[in-house]
């Protein structure tokens, strides 16, 4: 390519981003009030290579508000930025800055970003325009540049596999995370590579959707701070601080070629599907990289601020329901078009299930920051035709004060349930008063998703997410030790309804340490025989441990990496939370699709779940004990199935001491045998199908302290 010969020809509007057209590239981008647009063209992705820039002309490459041009002989792999002229008067929320250079919002791919640090040059005047020509993202040499990304790819005929929520065991976890410590036994470490390494290992595990941490480009240099304990720079290791939308992060791709980072991502997903395996992208629409007026020009701030973020009264200064500086204007028209063009390319082209939104209630936040009665954005992705198939979970507040859990609009969204997540931790603590709560949860959260025609599928249940302490944490630490974060922990929340039952911190006590086990399978099963679609934080199936950090967000290192020798040293745990995933996924019962609703609906007229005390009569709701019992019935009248299931009594006993619980009947003909006893040590704590021990008495049931015991029923054996 030689860069003196390059003309600008006319080019068309749409599609928005850079496009390869027969023997060339179409530019388009979008700005209302820019007064000139020029397009930068780079020889190479090489630091110090040649480039030109190419002022468009607004009569000729210029349609409506989008600016365009067509250049012949240009090729995959070319990188290329804008720069944008226009009113710079932040009082009016124009802040067009020709000295800047700037990502393309539909760039598909970003040369290494790995040594952009826009962080520590924080604190320039926006305010006066040019001051900030010393600052890091102006230097053209440093500043990552966009690809131009060719998007065939051999897919081998892949498509998504978009399984039904209620089918569902989804395992949150971090591309590079997975895979980045040096006994994870991978080839591609903290790459998409290694997670295809690792499919063998989900294929044991039994889940069936990956949900993915943050992989749309992000600056991991952006945090100034550093470990206050070894002096070492914090990093953005989560990646909620979107740089480009479309970009997957190019670090995490062992393929360093320009662009490469595409078909890597591509090769994970088609290998995840080979394999059955669904991948589900959590997405950050809420804010951007940009930060607030005393943050970093990009991108979106120099192409049409007052557009694209929601701003103050005062319109220097940005909305920040976000919590990270800025809060993107969702339910403008042009910003709902960007995101929706968004979501659809990584369906139609990098072919993913499902997306779960960070901070999705500032989705429903409309041009002036009011939460919606019935927000166009959310509704337009719940109706989408190409989203029709594709989960979309909502993470129900934001930090503006919204909670929308139960409520949140829009139609069919799924929500992430943090009252599931909070109840079950108070009643496995010993909490008072925590047993309707609990009964509320494991039937579904009715009281969330009955009144708006929602399905318990909506509720996505978890106890851990990467967000807090993980699961070995939760029963190991009462406090939150973040030290190392750089902020004297007041970071993390305070709240996090844990208890370390005696000791803080690992300890070699075998009393402590059993009663920890005890509760980590007692949480796991809890998870698998509620109504609603699981959810496990990966690690936490082997005990993985952040040291007491509840936001881990910044530590990129082996405070967050997945500690693979955990799996050996915790084989017993493993095993159990394989097994009980197994155990959900076998019995349609679990998998309703409906609410319970108290009646028999089968020949029997027994009602589809039954409730005990401890002593096997109906409990008074309102003055319940601790220790609760329920029977489910597994008929195929009862889980819309195509067979008739198993029936299940259930015993949860939270306290410190034992007690023998009373059994409700078995069903006519059939016995109850022992699937799971949390208190019993492997491999009796949960047996293998058909493998269920026969109980020596069919009236009661000694369930220990601390445990929860599952029953199944079974043929009485004549012989």
Same mark, same amino acid.
């Given at each position: 390519?030689?860069?003196?010969?390059?003309?600008?020809?006319?080019?068309?509007?749409?599609?928005?981003?850079?496009?390869?057209?027969?023997?060339?590239?179409?530019?388009?981008?979008?700005?209302?009030?820019?007064?000139?647009?020029?397009?930068?063209?780079?020889?190479?992705?090489?630091?110090?290579?040649?480039?030109?820039?190419?002022?468009?002309?607004?009569?000729?490459?210029?349609?409506?508000?989008?600016?365009?041009?067509?250049?012949?002989?240009?090729?995959?792999?070319?990188?290329?930025?804008?720069?944008?002229?226009?009113?710079?008067?932040?009082?009016?929320?124009?802040?067009?800055?020709?000295?800047?250079?700037?990502?393309?919002?539909?760039?598909?791919?970003?040369?290494?970003?790995?040594?952009?640090?826009?962080?520590?040059?924080?604190?320039?005047?926006?305010?006066?325009?040019?001051?900030?020509?010393?600052?890091?993202?102006?230097?053209?040499?440093?500043?990552?540049?966009?690809?131009?990304?060719?998007?065939?790819?051999?897919?081998?005929?892949?498509?998504?596999?978009?399984?039904?929520?209620?089918?569902?065991?989804?395992?949150?976890?971090?591309?590079?995370?997975?895979?980045?410590?040096?006994?994870?036994?991978?080839?591609?470490?903290?790459?998409?590579?290694?997670?295809?390494?690792?499919?063998?290992?989900?294929?044991?595990?039994?889940?069936?959707?990956?949900?993915?941490?943050?992989?749309?480009?992000?600056?991991?240099?952006?945090?100034?701070?550093?470990?206050?304990?070894?002096?070492?720079?914090?990093?953005?290791?989560?990646?909620?601080?979107?740089?480009?939308?479309?970009?997957?992060?190019?670090?995490?791709?062992?393929?360093?070629?320009?662009?490469?980072?595409?078909?890597?991502?591509?090769?994970?997903?088609?290998?995840?599907?080979?394999?059955?395996?669904?991948?589900?992208?959590?997405?950050?629409?809420?804010?951007?990289?940009?930060?607030?007026?005393?943050?970093?020009?990009?991108?979106?701030?120099?192409?049409?601020?007052?557009?694209?973020?929601?701003?103050?009264?005062?319109?220097?200064?940005?909305?920040?329901?976000?919590?990270?500086?800025?809060?993107?204007?969702?339910?403008?028209?042009?910003?709902?078009?960007?995101?929706?063009?968004?979501?659809?390319?990584?369906?139609?082209?990098?072919?993913?299930?499902?997306?779960?939104?960070?901070?999705?209630?500032?989705?429903?936040?409309?041009?002036?920051?009011?939460?919606?009665?019935?927000?166009?954005?959310?509704?337009?992705?719940?109706?989408?035709?190409?989203?029709?198939?594709?989960?979309?979970?909502?993470?129900?507040?934001?930090?503006?004060?919204?909670?929308?859990?139960?409520?949140?609009?829009?139609?069919?969204?799924?929500?992430?349930?943090?009252?599931?997540?909070?109840?079950?931790?108070?009643?496995?603590?010993?909490?008072?008063?925590?047993?309707?709560?609990?009964?509320?949860?494991?039937?579904?959260?009715?009281?969330?998703?009955?009144?708006?025609?929602?399905?318990?599928?909506?509720?996505?249940?978890?106890?851990?997410?990467?967000?807090?302490?993980?699961?070995?944490?939760?029963?190991?630490?009462?406090?939150?030790?973040?030290?190392?974060?750089?902020?004297?922990?007041?970071?993390?929340?305070?709240?996090?309804?844990?208890?370390?039952?005696?000791?803080?911190?690992?300890?070699?006590?075998?009393?402590?340490?059993?009663?920890?086990?005890?509760?980590?399978?007692?949480?796991?099963?809890?998870?698998?025989?509620?109504?609603?679609?699981?959810?496990?934080?990966?690690?936490?199936?082997?005990?993985?441990?952040?040291? *007491?950090?509840?936001?881990? $967000?910044?530590?990129?290192?082996? %405070? #967050? &990496?997945? +500690?693979?020798?955990?799996?050996?040293? /915790?084989?017993?745990?493993?095993?159990?939370?394989?097994?009980?995933?197994?155990?959900?996924?076998?019995?349609?019962?679990?998998?309703?699709?409906?609410?319970?609703? *108290?009646?028999?609906?089968? $020949?029997?007229?027994?009602?589809? %779940? #039954? &409730?005990? +005390?401890?002593?096997?009569?109906?409990? /008074?709701?309102?003055?319940?004990?601790?220790?609760?019992?329920?029977?489910?019935?597994?008929?195929?009248?009862?889980?819309?199935?195509?067979?008739?299931?198993?029936?299940?009594?259930?015993?949860?006993?939270?306290?410190?001491?034992?007690? #023998?619980?009373?059994?409700?009947?078995?069903?006519?003909?059939?016995?109850?045998?022992?699937?799971?006893?949390?208190?019993?040590?492997?491999?009796?704590?949960?047996?293998?199908?058909?493998?269920?021990?026969?109980?020596?008495?069919?009236?009661?049931?000694?369930?220990?302290?601390?445990?929860?015991?599952?029953?199944?029923?079974?043929?009485?054996?004549?012989?």
């Amino acid at each position: 390519m030689t860069l003196c010969n390059l003309v600008a020809e006319m080019g068309k509007a749409l599609p928005l981003g850079a496009s390869l057209v027969n023997d060339g590239v179409n530019f388009a981008v979008f700005s209302r009030h820019a007064t000139a647009v020029a397009l930068i063209i780079f020889e190479s992705a090489n630091p110090d290579s040649p480039w030109v820039e190419i002022p468009l002309d607004k009569r000729e490459h210029k349609t409506g508000n989008i600016w365009h041009c067509f250049i012949s002989g240009l090729r995959a792999g070319t990188c290329y930025l804008y720069r944008v002229d226009g009113p710079h008067h932040p009082e009016k929320g124009h802040r067009f800055n020709p000295h800047k250079t700037l990502l393309d919002p539909y760039a598909k791919a970003l040369t290494d970003i790995s040594n952009w640090d826009f962080g520590e040059n924080a604190g320039y005047d926006p305010e006066k325009r040019g001051s900030d020509l010393t600052y890091s993202n102006d230097d053209i040499a440093n500043q990552p540049r966009c690809i131009v990304v060719d998007d065939n790819f051999d897919w081998q005929g892949d498509t998504p596999l978009n399984y039904p929520l209620r089918f569902s065991v989804i395992y949150e976890t971090h591309v590079k995370g997975l895979t980045a410590h040096p006994n994870s036994g991978v080839k591609y470490p903290g790459t998409y590579r290694g997670v295809i390494e690792k499919i063998p290992f989900f294929k044991d595990l039994g889940i069936t959707s990956l949900e993915l941490l943050p992989v749309f480009e992000f600056n991991e240099n952006e945090i100034i701070r550093h470990n206050q304990r070894t002096g070492e720079k914090l990093t953005n290791y989560w990646g909620y601080s979107t740089v480009a939308f479309f970009s997957p992060k190019g670090s995490f791709a062992s393929d360093k070629s320009p662009g490469g980072q595409v078909n890597e991502f591509k090769e994970m997903v088609r290998e995840l599907h080979k394999a059955g395996i669904e991948v589900i992208l959590d997405v950050v629409f809420n804010h951007t990289a940009e930060g607030n007026e005393l943050g970093p020009t990009l991108s979106f701030r120099g192409l049409d601020n007052s557009i694209y973020y929601i701003l103050n009264e005062n319109k220097r200064h940005y909305q920040n329901y976000s919590g990270c500086g800025n809060t993107v204007n969702c339910n403008h028209p042009v910003v709902r078009t960007f995101i929706m063009d968004c979501l659809r390319y990584w369906v139609v082209e990098m072919h993913v299930d499902g997306f779960r939104f960070d901070l999705g209630s500032i989705l429903g936040r409309d041009q002036s920051g009011h939460i919606m009665e019935n927000p166009p954005m959310l509704e337009q992705i719940a109706e989408d035709p190409i989203l029709s198939s594709t989960k979309i979970i909502a993470e129900a507040w934001d930090a503006g004060g919204a909670y929308q859990v139960g409520w949140f609009p829009g139609g069919r969204w799924a929500e992430w349930n943090d009252k599931y997540r909070d109840n079950v931790r108070k009643y496995w603590r010993g909490d008072p008063k925590e047993t309707r709560q609990l009964a509320t949860r494991i039937a579904g959260s009715s009281d969330l998703y009955l009144r708006d025609g929602r399905k318990p599928f909506h509720s996505i249940n978890f106890i851990i997410s990467h967000d807090g302490f993980t699961m070995n944490d939760l029963v190991s630490y009462n406090t939150k030790h973040n030290e190392e974060n750089g902020e004297n922990s007041r970071d993390g929340s305070d709240n996090n309804i844990s208890y370390n039952y005696g000791i803080e911190g690992p300890t070699y006590d075998p009393v402590i340490n059993n009663i920890r086990l005890r509760q980590m399978k007692n949480f796991f099963t809890t998870l698998m025989i509620s109504l609603g679609t699981p959810m496990v934080l990966g690690g936490d199936e082997f005990a993985r441990t952040q040291n *007491g950090n509840n936001n881990a $967000y910044c530590q990129d290192n082996e %405070i #967050s &990496w997945y +500690d693979w020798s955990l799996l050996e040293k /915790n084989a017993d745990l493993y095993r159990f939370v394989k097994e009980m995933i197994a155990f959900r996924l076998r019995h349609p019962g679990f998998m309703r699709p409906e609410f319970y609703t *108290g009646r028999g609906g089968d $020949y029997r007229a027994i009602p589809d %779940i #039954s &409730w005990f +005390d401890e002593k096997g009569h109906s409990p /008074n709701w309102d003055n319940v004990g601790s220790k609760l019992a329920l029977r489910l019935l597994g008929s195929k009248a009862e889980t819309l199935a195509d067979r008739d299931g198993n029936d299940f009594y259930i015993m949860f006993n939270p306290d410190v001491d034992p007690y #023998s619980f009373v059994i409700a009947a078995p069903p006519s003909k059939k016995e109850w045998r022992r699937a799971v006893d949390t208190a019993l040590f492997s491999p009796n704590d949960i047996l293998l199908p058909g493998n269920e021990e026969r109980l020596s008495s069919q009236q009661n049931y000694p369930v220990k302290a601390r445990s929860v015991v599952v029953l199944i029923s079974n043929e009485i054996n004549l012989g």
